[in-house]
Every structure is written in C-alpha cells, then in structure tokens.
C-alpha cells in the first residue's frame, strides 16, 4: 500500500458490507486506514441477518476447489492448500460478550487459539468441547490491558477435551476476574503447560478467584523459550498473581514437572488441594529461582520418584510452599 492517499480519497474500497466485507472493514479502520464499504442491498449485513436462524455461518469445511469458478481454475487449489477451512476456524474469539454459551464444538488443525474469550467477556460458558492440534492456547480468557480497562468476568470453561496442542496451553487465563476451568481433559501439549495461570501479554491483573477443579493432566508441559515448562504453572511475570485456588487435579506423567511457580513478580494467596502428580519427568512440584511469594498445599501426593525429586525450592528465600495436612512424596 502506497503511502500518499489515493485520489479517491480512501486507503481501503471493500465491495460487499457481509461477513467478511464488515470484519476488514473494522480490522483496517483500526489501523488506521480510511475505509469505504460499499453494498448493493438496502442494510450491511443482510446475509448475516437471514443464515442459520440470525447466526453467520463460521466457514465450510468441505469446502474443495471444484466449488470456485475462476479464471485461473488452478488458484484456488493453491489458495485453500496454504490455508485450509480447518485453518480458518483458528479459534472462536468472544469479544465484549455477555451470557453466552459455546457448546460441542468441534476445532482442529488450527494456527492459532482455539476458543479465546477476550476483552471484558463475562459470565460466558464454554463447555463439552473437543480441540485437538491446535496452534495456540486450545481454550481459555486473556483480559488484555489495551483492549480496555474491564477483565473477563466470571467465565467458565468447563466438561472440554484438548489433545496435542501442538504449540501453547490446553487451558489458559491471562489476567481476569473469578474465572472457572472444571471437569476438562489435557492430553499432550507439546512444549507448554496443561494448565496456564499467567500475568504475561501485558492483561489486566487477577481479582476475585480463579478456580481450577476436577482437571486431569496428562503429558503436558515441555521445552520452550529455553526452560523446562511444567504441567500446572503459576506465572507472574508482568503483574503479581493473586487468589487462585487448584483442587482434585490429576496430572499424569508431565514431560518435566507437575507444578511450577515462575516468575519474578510475587504469587500469594494460592491453594493447592487434593492434587496428585504422577511419574514426573523431573521433579514433582518446582519452584523456579526468581519466583517469590508462597501458596499452601494440602493433599498434595508425588508419586513415582525419589522423595528428594518430589519438591525442587530454587527460591527458598523468596519463596514459600507452605505444608498443610495430608501430603505426601515432597
């Protein structure tokens, strides 16, 4: 794009006020872009309107190049290659959104999140949900600072099964305000955790409590940015994290550890409780050097390692995991 305006006046001539036409519309406006919409019919919009009993239809998945008609009838053969449907249905992304609810879903092969709520959405469901392969976290909320100065309320992800997450977490919260993940499933994140509770993407910070119960974990965690990620990890690391409770959590066979504390900003107010980590790659439970702050466990059970595995403290002046009652192999 030239960087004198043209003649007419507009960067941007978009012909066609649907779907698609209305979402470049906005992507360019914001940045910065003088924009002309243009549409035949009486409203922007019709279509949306009048398909799926007023719901736009996402994309079609069986959509095959016989479907286009094209001059060049070899295009869209290349086209759909470099970015196939599956890669379109990257992620559901509920923006500004209230009492809405995402069920069976069904994301795969994606090249980026899976379902993301974002920008003050609250008291939203997403629920009996299947993501498999997907590019980015698979679910979960990010209250981004920029987007505005109110947190993703009172969401709940809950009852969904993620598989191979191939980069990123199954289930993730940057920042937000008493936020649920329940009854979900992890299986095989390649290089990051299974469960991400994290002050990085410059979010707003937490508030309320964040509740993680009744989740299995199982070979999730792995390499990345040079660092050995665990499982279930707590990480402050533009803002401090504070009221997170963790309970009746199974997490099986993580690459390294099962629960990590990270970060150089302080983590208080954690509670850990009837969590069992088995056969960790390393080490049961890590505190990394530059964590600070402390949480308490009860009914935290390391199995399957030398009891001096079962809890590594690199940060023992700084930081502090307080034993409760019924724990054991740390």
């Known amino acids: 794009m030239n960087a004198a305006r043209p003649a007419n006046g507009h960067d941007v001539i978009i012909l066609g006020a649907g779907a ?6 906005g992507v360019a406006a914001r940045r910065g872009r003088s924009v002309l919409l243009l549409e035949q019919a009486r409203h ?3 279509k ?9 239809n996402f994309t079609n998945v ?46 795969s092969d994606t090249f980026a999140d899976g379902i993301k709520l974002a920008n003050g959405t609250r008291n939203s469901v997403v629920e009996q949900s299947t993501l498999r392969n997907t590019g980015d976290d698979a679910i979960g909320t990010w209250s981004f ?8 309320e009172n969401d709940t992800f809950r009852f969904n099964t993620v598989q191979t997450v191939w980069r990123a977490s199954c289930l993730a919260s940057y920042g937000g305000k008493d936020i649920h993940f329940e ?27 964040l509740t993680v119960e009744r989740n299995t974990l199982v070979r999730a965690g792995g390499p990345h940015y040079g660092q050995e990620i665990g499982a279930l990890r707590i990480f402050a690391d533009q803002l401090p994290i504070s009221g997170v409770h963790v309970g009746t ?3 099986d066979e993580p690459t390294f550890s099962g629960i990590q504390f ?38 935290v059970v390391v199995e399957g390692l030398a009891p001096d595995l079962g809890l590594r403290n690199d940060a023992a002046a700084a930081f502090s995991l307080q034993r409760g009652t019924g724990n054991s192999g740390w």
């Open 44 to 46: 922007p919009g019709e």
């Open 62 to 107: 069986h959509c095959r190049p016989e479907n286009f008609l094209s001059r060049n009838p070899h295009f869209c053969r290349s086209a759909l290659a470099r970015f196939t449907p599956q890669h379109f249905v990257v992620m559901v992304w509920g923006q500004n959104v209230d009492n809405c609810t995402f069920t069976n879903n069904r994301i």
């Open 20 to 25: 698609a036409g209305l979402m470049c519309a």
């Open 145 to 152: 600072a920029a987007d505005g100065p109110l947190p993703c």
């Open 249 to 251: 959590m199974l997490i």
């Open 48 to 56: 949306i309107r009048i398909s799926g009993g007023g719901r736009c």
């Open 183 to 209: 009854d979900n499933i992890c299986v095989d994140t390649s290089n990051y955790p299974g469960v991400l509770v994290s002050t990085s993407a410059a979010p707003l910070p937490f508030s309320g409590t």
């Open 262 to 299: 990270a970060g150089s900003q302080p983590s208080t107010a954690i509670a850990l409780q009837a969590i069992e980590v088995r056969n960790a790659g390393t080490v049961g439970i890590s505190i990394t050097v530059e964590a600070q702050g402390a949480a308490r466990a009860d009914d």
